[in-house]
Structure formats: structure tokens, C-alpha cells
């Protein structure tokens, strides 16, 4: 079934609570839906049709978008393979990821529990390939289901052919940017434990439990609890900027940079990344602290006590603009500190 409503406010789509109203928003619930949606209602929908997940990784404008905000009310979930070692599964592109990690965890299966508790669907998390505590949804991910709006036909990609790499996919680049909408993802879970228990504090986190996929999921709900916003409390859309990639050559001059501004570069993370040789990962969090930015704000637009590199709606009224304005401000301090200029991982719509 398709549902299409006109002149909508979108503040509940986002979660970074955005106030604002699209020209319409049409939700789809199966995928036979879609051929439909671009065939015989795309002259009644206003252009561009977006698809978003929950929103959890956009800043909406403020006043109003014109285009159409497609949403995917599509939820099922069918095993499609079950041999002994594992089960892939079939996930529609509107489930949530983090429903689905719950009942799959529960059942003792392996593969996503490190990404517990990050917002957004399964749709989305195919494209913007979420990653936490070492593990990233491509890492499980076997292959994608989408609707080609431009050939009018569905086509199942397998993963290896979708560019996977930190916080990127072929979706978010031309020729699939804006003509493939996801239908269905399908990932592979393991039922021989695979933990992934090195990232950070993780294992005194589970305090000596035995790790199954339902306690590490535990111990990373917790962890993102006691160091992230929760969007039911305040508006954010997570990690607002990437970890900025550096080629080894500029850390010395990096770090000589920054000494001169008067900050102690001797704990400074440098993540050496195996596929990328040459270039190190520096951390954004870590960069925004040392420039003296927790709690720097512009009106309602705040960075979180915890991990500055969220950005937070705090009192609910933050407008676009707000976030737009200290997302700039926080780029041209560590700038200025460091000669690393931060980019958004959140989309500007
Ligand atoms: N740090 C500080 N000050 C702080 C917080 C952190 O200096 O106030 C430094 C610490 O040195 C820490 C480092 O920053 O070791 C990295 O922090 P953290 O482990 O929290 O990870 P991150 O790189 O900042 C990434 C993801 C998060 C994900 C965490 C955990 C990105 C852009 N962000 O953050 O993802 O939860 O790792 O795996 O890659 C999201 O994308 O919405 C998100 C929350």
C-alpha cells in the first residue's frame, strides 16, 4: 500500500528534531509498491524524492523542503538460508536495525550485536555503512535489494560490488546517488561465536560475563548510554563529522602545529588504517576536545559533555542554521589548531 500526504511537518522524521514541513511524504510497504510510485504517481509527487531511514543521520532545512520524503513502512524479516553455522536473513529496508540486532542477539546469533543501539533502519544502514566498536554493517552484509527508479526494474547487488568503506558505499555516489531506493538488505549471522570484544573498553565492560551475542549487546547498549545523548532526551543525529584520514607524511607537521597553539599532542589517537597504507585515522572527538569545544554552542545547537562530536538539539528549538553555523565554527577551530579541516558525515538535505 502507498500512503502519500501533503504539506507534512517533518520535526518527528528527524531525529535531530529539525522543525520544518515537506511539500509531501509518501510511505510504501512492500516492494511491489515501488514500480508503481515512480510510474504512475511520480507526476503527482514533488521533485526530488528523498528516501530517508528515521532520520538519524540528516539535517533537514529549516522552513521547508520542497521535494517528497519517501519513508519505507517495509518490516519483514525471512530467513532465506539456514546451514548449520549461520542463517541469512532477509530484512526489509524499513526495519529497524536495532530491532532486529534484539531479536536476533536473543537467539544467540552473531554478526551485528557491536552495532546495538544506533538509531536508523536497515535501508539506511546499507547505505551509510554504520559501523561501532570495530564492527561495521558491511562486515555481515551479503547483498542489497533495490528498486532502479532510472530502468525501472529491481536488482539484487551483492556486496562485494558495492564500494564499502568507512562511513561510504556506492549509494551515496553517482550513477546510484538518488536512483536506487533499497528494498531489502540481506546479512549473514553466525551461530559460532565471533565476538568482537577489542575496541576500547569493551571487555572490562562486560565484567568477566561470558560473551553471548545478548551480553555484549548489553555491554554496548550501556557504554553508548553513558557517553551518547539519547534522542528521546536530546535531538542529535550521532557522530556529526567523520574521523578525518590523514597520509602519514602531515602528522608531524600536525602535531607541530598544534604544539605552537599550546596543546600536548602526546595522547593524540592515530588509528593506521591496513587498507589504506600511508594514511592514519586521526580521531574528530579527540580533535574538537583538545580545540576546547565541549559545550560549545550557537543558540540551541550544542556539542555533547561526553563526545563532542555529537551535536545536540538542546532545548528542542535548534534550527538548521544553528547546527549549520557551529558545524563551521568547530571546522574552522580545529582548523586553526590543527591544519585538519573536519568533514560533515551527517547529509545536508
Ligand atoms: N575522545 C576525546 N574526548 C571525548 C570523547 C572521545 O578525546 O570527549 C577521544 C578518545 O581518545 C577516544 C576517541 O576520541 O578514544 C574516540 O572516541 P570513541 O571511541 O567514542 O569513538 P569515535 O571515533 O569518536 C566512532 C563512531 C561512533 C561510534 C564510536 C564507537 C564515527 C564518526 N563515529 O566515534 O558512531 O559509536 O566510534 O565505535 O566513526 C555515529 O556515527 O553516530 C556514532 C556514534
Known sequence: MIAVTHDIPYKLFNTMGIAGR???VAVWDAPDDLPTLFSDLAGSLPAPVKPIGQGSNILFPDGRFEGTILLSGFTVVEPIESPEAGVTFRIGAGKRLDDFIAETAAEGLWGLENLSHIPGTAGAAAVQNVGAYG??????????????????RFVTLPAGELGYGYRDSAFKHPPMRGRMIICSVDVRLSRVPAPHLDYGNLRSCLKGAVPTPLAVREAIVATRRSKLPEITEAGSAGSFFKNPVVSVDRLSAIREKAESAGIDTSSMPVYQLADSPGHAKLSAAW????????????????TWQTQPLVIVNADGHATSADVKALAEHII??????????????????
Open 135 to 152: 564492527v561495521e554493517f558491511a562486515d555481515c552484509l551479503v547483498a542489497v535489494t533495490c528498486y532502479d527508479v532510472a530502468d525501472r
Open 22 to 24: 515537506a511539500a509531501a
Open 287 to 302: 580533535l574538537i576536545d583538545r580545540s576546547g569545544l565541549k559545550g560549545a554552542r550557537v543558540r540551541s545547537a550544542v
Open 332 to 349: 574552522a577551530e580545529v582548523d586553526s589548531r590543527f591544519g585538519v579541516r573536519l568533514t560533515p558525515e551527517v547529509e545536508y538535505l
